[in-house]
């Protein structure tokens, strides 16, 4: 059992994750790095709307106040 | 009688909860983790709209400030 | 008189309130517990929506800065 | 002269007020008390939307962050 | 020259001054009062949609967040 | 190169900005003092939208969180 | 492996960055500087919409809090 909810973005550093942002957008890539704001950088990463990717970026800084939802992807 | 209400998080560790977002979307998990900005980790997450579920997803980090209500699934 | 705004909560403890959200749903049910944040936890809760009971949760934790109002139920 | 805008709560103390809301709702009743957030408690109040009465509330609790205006009622 | 944008309420102060909120409307009235928040305390207000007074209202306090703008007036 | 983004505002002081607004709403006006919220005064400010001048205000105080970007006026 | 997400940023310092908003701009610009708000100022910047330059900046000050993402342009 974990004790705070940090520990799992944690344990998905270095693997692919998907974030939801709360304008409907996603982004998949390679967690590198996050901070207590729950500012993220991924690697490797793909935008996504509506099931389809809509642009390729390389690193992206993502600001946390934007960010609803981060899961490893599977 | 309980003092502060994230003692009622802390009942339903472990436990299935609902957790509704300011965007019409539920998740629906094991509550792992929680800290005080309402930070929660979820596993075994399903994502629901309108009743329908339209995503099965492992763990799931979820950001406090998108979170309107988390209860305990009944 | 009352010299904090967060009195008429603690006299509301144990007591039937309605909570108004930003979205437009009210919560109504018994008040167990709140704090600075104006977090709640309520217990025996029914969610309204439109002058309707929309759903039936026992206890819920409702997040702070969704809340528009708390008044005890008459 | 006064110093500071909340000296103005101050001395509408146990007077009626209309409290006017963000999502366009007023609520006029007694202020009882008020913080620094700007958290304030009513009493004797009375919802409106449109100069219509839509509700008649005991005590009402409002959170200070949905508030835009609190004048005097005249 | 002024050092801080505060300076410029300073000297607003006991002058008509107009606010210009986030929801579209205006307060016209003498400034009496503001803090670091930017509340501020007016006198003798007239709320103004579209050009026109829509309300007279004696004192307003009105709270900083929902303030976009505030000019003396000309 | 410089190490602060507040410094390219400290250079654009006693210069013409155009301040753009999320309302979508942009002031042109001479610079006269920032905070770090990014509150901003300007002096002979003109407010435009959609390119036309809609409005001329000698002074304007400016919230920051009322900001999305600040230029020099080219 | 880098531990934190502003380090991104650090590594883009003088190189062109594609700044996007949550109104749906973008900004095309040479990153010059970055505090822990996320605050920015980039130089020889052009504003784009849809795919389409709509302006052309020189210095650009863009608040943190308007920005969903920073990417190194490709």
Known sequence: MEAR???ALNRAR???VIVELKNGKQYLGTLR???I????TLEDTEERAEGQ???KL???FIRG???IMISPAQ
């Open 5 to 7: 909810p940090l520990d």
């Open 37 to 40: 704001h729950i500012n993220v």
């Open 53 to 55: 990717v809509t642009r």
């Open 65 to 67: 106040d934007t960010i």
């Open 58 to 60: 390389g690193v992206a």
């Open 33 to 35: 790095a996050f901070d």
């Open 14 to 16: 270095d693997k692919k």
